[in-house]
């Protein structure tokens, strides 16, 4: 079992910047990709961004390249993103995901966090 427990959420005007935090704990090397996914009201989740366990790969989807960057650190059990130029369209339940490789991540994410509320208004 992996928990995964997110951090650093609230409530920002656009064009400021926010650092969620993603601590784990259990059994973390079923999860050695780590990730993000989020879910707008009336809208179904989608991939954010995602980071192999040596930091070396990421992948981020197209509305928040540039903009959004995640990190690791493993000694620490904790993936960060930090997000930057914040915009209305933003607004989310931002949810920490883990699973053993991009694809299976990105498709259906074996573990999830109980997500954080982030609200950027205009």
């Known amino acids: 079992q992996v928990q995964l427990v997110e951090s650093g959420g609230g409530l920002v005007q656009a064009g400021a910047s926010l650092r969620l935090s993603c601590a784990a704990s259990g059994r973390t090397l079923s999860t050695s990709v780590m990730g993000w996914f989020r879910q707008a009201p009336g809208k179904e989740r989608e991939f954010v961004a995602a980071i192999s366990w040596s930091g070396g790969s990421t992948d981020y989807a197209d509305s928040v390249k540039g903009r959004f960057t995640i990190s690791r650190v493993n000694a620490k059990n904790t993936v960060y993103l930090q997000m930057n130029s914040l915009k209305p369209e933003d607004t989310a339940v931002y949810y920490c995901?883990?699973?053993?490789?991009?694809?299976?991540?990105?498709?259906?994410?074996?573990?999830w966090g109980q997500g954080t509320q982030i609200t950027v208004s205009s």
């Open positions: 995901v883990g699973d053993r490789n991009f694809q299976r991540l990105r498709a259906a994410p074996y573990v």
